[in-house]
């Protein structure tokens, strides 16, 4: 608008520059008869030039310019430009257990619990955002090995990975960067046993999931009088008992550390009385069963010295029970 305003102003100014231009050179250089002859014509051009009326006042468009706030289209980009959080989890405080910061097998996955806590001790939940937990495994040729993290919600990370070669392997386990209190960790990875070598398979038990009957990574058997069959079931914390051919009969035991619950559960033996007795790994005790599965009894605690208490094997157990 204001561009056809210039034009139109350009095109009178013309006319008017054009016509003065012709006035003042006919006054300048022409002679009297000129003058005389070109009077009339002059008078025209300029009466032409003073009936002009232009309709102009002022600039159709003015110099005020608005912004104008889209309040709701505000509010949806700022829903969709994320946020910001902070966490509480102390890393000197946090630490890892379970079987996989201590040994391995080859082909087989490994893993552990890594536990955040906050400067006073207390669980530290993480959000799904974010992965606090940094983990790097080598192997003993050097290369890494791949690692999944999950997080469980409760405060915890579940951490898995499977060795390819045997031989010490180093853990590397870092919250927000800062590695965890016994880290590095030394995990000692074993070669698989070849049970095509060992001889015929006559029977095979369960199956990898959580059901009865089923494993996740089944880790001691020990049989009694009777020829029924019992299994430590390591990642679903419990116990499960078979008869002589392979049929289910019980479970018992759960992911706790009450009586009677277990942190994954490792050796066990079954004395000349039907007593069942347990290594409850990560709750560093030994619980007692009677042969129905019910809860007898307990010893040990999380200690600092390395005795026959902070091992695996119960042999030492069997020679008290019999």
Same mark, same amino acid.
């Given at each position: 608008? *204001?561009? =056809?305003? !210039? /034009?139109?102003?350009?095109?009178? *100014?013309?006319? $008017?520059?054009?016509?003065?231009?012709?006035?003042?050179?006919?006054?300048?250089?022409?002679?009297?008869?000129?003058?005389?002859?070109?009077?009339? *014509?002059?008078?025209?051009? *300029?009466?032409?030039?003073?009936?002009?009326?232009?309709?102009?006042?002022? &600039?159709?468009? =003015?110099?005020?310019?608005?912004?104008?706030?889209?309040?709701?289209? +505000?509010?949806?980009?700022?829903?969709?430009?994320?946020?910001?959080?902070?966490?509480?989890?102390?890393?000197?405080?946090?630490?890892?257990? %379970?079987?996989?910061?201590?040994?391995?097998?080859?082909?087989?996955?490994?893993?552990?619990?890594?536990?955040?806590?906050?400067?006073?001790?207390?669980?530290?939940?993480?959000?799904?955002?974010?992965?606090?937990?940094?983990?790097?495994? !080598?192997? &003993?040729? %050097?290369?890494?090995?791949?690692?999944?993290?999950?997080?469980?919600?409760?405060?915890?990370?579940?951490?898995?990975?499977? &060795? @390819?070669?045997?031989?010490?392997?180093?853990?590397?386990?870092?919250?927000?960067?800062?590695?965890?209190?016994?880290?590095?960790?030394?995990?000692?990875?074993?070669?698989?046993?070849? $049970?095509?070598? @060992? #001889?015929?398979?006559?029977?095979?038990?369960?199956?990898?999931?959580?059901?009865? %009957?089923?494993?996740?990574?089944?880790?001691? +058997?020990?049989?009694?009088?009777?020829?029924?069959? $019992?299994?430590?079931?390591?990642?679903?914390?419990?116990?499960?008992?078979?008869?002589?051919?392979?049929?289910?009969?019980?479970?018992? #035991?759960?992911?706790?550390?009450?009586?009677?619950?277990? !942190?994954?559960?490792?050796?066990?033996?079954?004395?000349? =009385?039907?007593?069942?007795?347990?290594?409850?790994?990560?709750?560093?005790?030994?619980?007692?069963?009677?042969?129905?599965?019910?809860?007898? #009894?307990?010893?040990?605690?999380?200690?600092?010295?390395?005795?026959?208490?902070?091992?695996?094997?119960?042999?030492?157990?069997?020679?008290?029970? /019999?």
């Amino acid at each position: 608008m *204001l561009r =056809n305003q !210039q /034009n139109q102003l350009e095109r009178e *100014l013309f006319k $008017y520059t054009s016509s003065r231009d012709f006035v003042e050179n006919v006054v300048l250089h022409g002679n009297e008869v000129e003058i005389i002859q070109l009077r009339q *014509l002059m008078l025209d051009r *300029l009466d032409e030039l003073n009936a002009i009326q232009l309709d102009y006042k002022e &600039p159709e468009e =003015n110099d005020v310019i608005d912004y104008i706030l889209d309040m709701k289209s +505000v509010g949806s980009v700022a829903t969709t430009m994320g946020r910001v959080t902070s966490s509480v989890t102390f890393t000197a405080l946090c630490n890892a257990r %379970g079987l996989g910061v201590k040994s391995g097998k080859v082909g087989v996955e490994s893993c552990f619990i890594v536990e955040l806590k906050d400067r006073f001790g207390n669980t530290s939940v993480e959000g799904d955002h974010s992965c606090p937990v940094q983990v790097k495994v !080598q192997a &003993p040729e %050097g290369f890494f090995l791949g690692n999944k993290v999950t997080n469980n919600g409760d405060g915890t990370m579940k951490v898995r990975y499977t &060795p @390819v070669t045997h031989g010490k392997h180093v853990l590397y386990v870092a919250v927000r960067g800062r590695e965890i209190e016994g880290s590095p960790f030394n995990v000692n990875v074993v070669e698989g046993i070849d $049970y095509q070598k @060992v #001889g015929p398979t006559f029977m095979k038990i369960g199956s990898q999931g959580t059901k009865s %009957g089923e494993f996740k990574q089944p880790c001691s +058997v020990i049989t009694d009088k009777e020829g029924n069959i $019992y299994v430590t079931d390591f990642v679903n914390c419990r116990v499960q008992k078979f008869d002589a051919l392979g049929k289910h009969l019980q479970d018992f #035991g759960s992911r706790g550390s009450k009586d009677g619950q277990f !942190q994954n559960p490792c050796g066990i033996l079954v004395d000349a =009385n039907g007593i069942i007795i347990v290594s409850d790994w990560d709750n560093h005790r030994v619980q007692l069963f009677s042969p129905e599965g019910k809860f007898i #009894g307990k010893f040990g605690a999380k200690g600092k010295q390395r005795d026959w208490m902070s091992t695996r094997s119960l042999s030492i157990l069997a020679l008290l029970f /019999n």
